[in-house]
């Protein structure tokens, strides 16, 4: 329009307006955003109590404007939208549940593409058209044939908005794009030239960047139906080479800059700021990992490594492991990598040793060649433990961790002794384990708040296990907060289930169920491997502390089966796992106590069959790494049942309960406490407990084996 046919335009409006409230309507008007504009701010200047509603990718910027942004829709909506349109489509189509919520996930939400993709069901099945995603510009094409074009194809939807962005702005997109979990301004300035405010300020105004609060401040993200436009065009522009390498660039020297607050005083701001940037920096460890870059893979796992150890998801570490393992063989790191190096192999070699993984000899390969160092006391500490253990000879750890649990230097002596308790508790001492973790708490000093609270955490566990509630209950509590502001959801689960324990075994019933109630809240969307089954747990024993005897066995039944499926990433499975035999034994013993009807009865044989079926295979004398307290359930449980149950002679089964006390077996929930057993063992056979302690003499479990063996051989099939 001419000068003048504007001016005819506003007055006429106005004139039609007149002086009375009004709504105008302007629809869809990006594409002439700036002629709106200037309509808008005269009639809303010259016009009272008008009001105009517009809709558009990018606002007016008038004075005059309040923005609303629509977002995606939710999860429910989205998938109700699918199922519509798709039924629709082809009213006979199966739609299961986890596969529509997939789909409406992977598309954001947005309603066009969900529209699109449920058109897809008329010749597809639905899992087609969420596996045929990973390619969603061309496989989302076609649609109403009455809708405008550019809404025909997902790819004319983004493609529109990028046909109104400038130079810049398009270079921004196809940059940042590389990220897939958002950014913030820094970041964006380390992959752009230009200024990332600008940038940034476009992108959000043509609605193709999201502006959140976070923790951390605002924090910017894309679709990843964007993202994966961008990344189109990034590499189009030929610009894909130069963009990674910004990216990584980035990545690494995140890593490097907060690395160093880990285990020090300023711990929380580094966990912080790690946790705000972990999908993207965990994504580029894969990256490094896949392109056989050591240099960038070290200086991301000594950082991850060490967030993940802090945050008790061992798991992510041990998913890596042989990826590692094949990428460090043979290397030689740079000098100026070594002491990255050693803290990146530190913190992966530490979780193998918790699974007893055997893919991990290259990495101890490479730490021993590099040794502990004149770095930082801590590494020199850790790595100097680490090094301490020779899987050829499993047997020379314990004098090596006792040498250097004597050593004067306290970095030395603090990780000897925390691995000390371990080993003490795993050959049936827990007595001995809490003295060396004791030990490890007198030395702490300026560890950062971590390195006490796991050790409170470990002192919880081990004081629960020899039955002491009040020195456990203080130790949990003493270790939650900072358990909980490092965001460690599975030691914090771990830990309130524990309190809700101990209020079980000292009779406050709705204490306990109040701290249930805590532990059910806990849902930070992490992955969280001993978290689910903890609950289940401490439902089940308030269920049976409150006589409800059917929920209580049903729990328990529920935790071993989901335990007994639990796997681990990348390691094979024994079928002796402790976590499997745990569960089974705890629930045998439930069962020994309340089974009442005969399908509580029929269940309780099937966990009797397994416990002895795993027992047999635990009872090794040649596995070095038997854990004698887990073998210990197993032949309490056996023992309860045969004596419970009257299901093998009484001295048989006492027996058994004497060896799973010499095991140490743990007595941490109620249901495992002897003093619920021993008053039947005492009424079916006066004195027998006292006996065979005395014909036991000082002998530990190392020396029972056989015995153990021989007794579980002959029990009833």
Known sequence: LTPEQRADVRGRVAQRLGQAPSLLVLDNCEHLVAAVAELVAFLVSATADLRVLTTSRAPLAIAAERVYPLGELGPADAAALYRERALAARP???????????????????????????????VMAAEEVDRRLEDRFALLRGGDRSAPDRHRTLLAVIDWSWNLLDDAQRRALRRLALFNDGFTLEAAAAMLDDDAVDAAQGLVDQSLLSVREAAGGVRYRMLETVREFGRLRLVEAGEDTEARAAHRAWAIAYARRHRAGLLGRDQFAAIDALAAEEVNLAD???????????????????????????????????ALMAAVADAVAGWRPPPELEDTTRAA?????????????????????????????????????????????DPADPAALAPRLERLAAS???????????????????????????????????????????????????????????????????????????????????????????LVLCAIAEGRLDDAAAELERVYAIDDGRA??????????????????????????????????????????????????????????????????????????AHARRLLAA???????????????????????????????????????????????????????????????????????????????????????????????????????????
């Open 611 to 717: 416990c002895r079926e795993r027992a047999l295979r635990m009872l090794d004398a040649a596995d070095p790494h038997l854990d004698y307290p887990v073998a210990g359930l197993g032949l309490f449980a056996l023992g309860a049942w045969g004596l419970l149950r009257e299901a093998a002679p009484a001295e048989r089964a006492i027996e058994l309960l004497v060896l799973a006390d010499r095991f140490a077996y743990s007595r941490m929930f109620p249901t495992m406490a002897w003093e619920r057993v021993a008053p039947y063992a005492e009424a079916r056979a006066p004195g027998r407990i006292a006996e065979l302690r005395a014909r036991l003499g000082d002998r530990r479990a190392p020396e029972l084996l056989d015995a153990a063996r021989e007794l579980v051989a002959g029990l009833p099939g």
């Open 284 to 318: 580029e460890l894969r990256d490094a990992l896949a392109d056989g870059d050591r240099d960038a893979l070290v200086e991301l796992l000594a950082a991850l490594g060490t967030f993940w150890t802090i945050r008790g998801e061992h798991t992510r570490l041990v």
């Open 345 to 389: 192999l530190a913190m992966t070699l530490t979780n193998a040793m918790l699974t007893l993984d055997q893919r991990s000899d290259p990495i101890r390969e490479l730490l021993a060649r590099l040794g502990p160092g004149d770095g930082d006391p801590r590494l020199v500490g850790i790595v100097s433990m680490l090094l301490g253990y």
């Open 92 to 122: 006979d189509a199966q739609l299961p549940e986890a596969v529509v919520a997939s789909i409406v996930a992977r598309l954001d939400g947005l309603p066009l593409a969900i529209e699109l993709a449920a058109a897809k069901v008329r």
């Open 528 to 601: 969280m491997i001993g978290a689910p089954a903890f609950r289940r747990f401490g439902a089940a024993e308030l269920a049976l502390a409150r006589g409800d005897a059917a929920a209580g066995l049903r729990l328990y039944r529920e935790c071993a089966a989901d335990l007994a499926a639990l796997r681990l990433p990348g390691i094979e499975s024994t079928g002796v796992e402790p976590w499997t035999v745990f569960g089974e034994s705890t629930a045998l013993v439930a069962h020994a106590h309340h089974a009442a009807s005969a399908a509580d009865e």
């Open 408 to 498: 004067p230097d306290r970095h030395v002596a603090l990780p000897a002794r925390q691995w000390l308790a371990h080993l003490r508790e795993n050959v049936g001492d827990p007595v001995g384990a809490v003295e060396a973790a004791e030990g490890a708490l007198a030395l702490v000093a300026d560890d950062g708040p971590w390195t006490p609270a796991v050790l409170r955490t470990r002192l919880a566990d081990l004081t629960m296990h020899l039955g002491d509630t009040a020195a456990a209950g203080a130790h949990a509590r003493a270790a939650l907060p900072v358990m909980e502001r490092l965001g460690a959801a599975d030691d914090v689960v771990q830990l309130r289930t524990l």
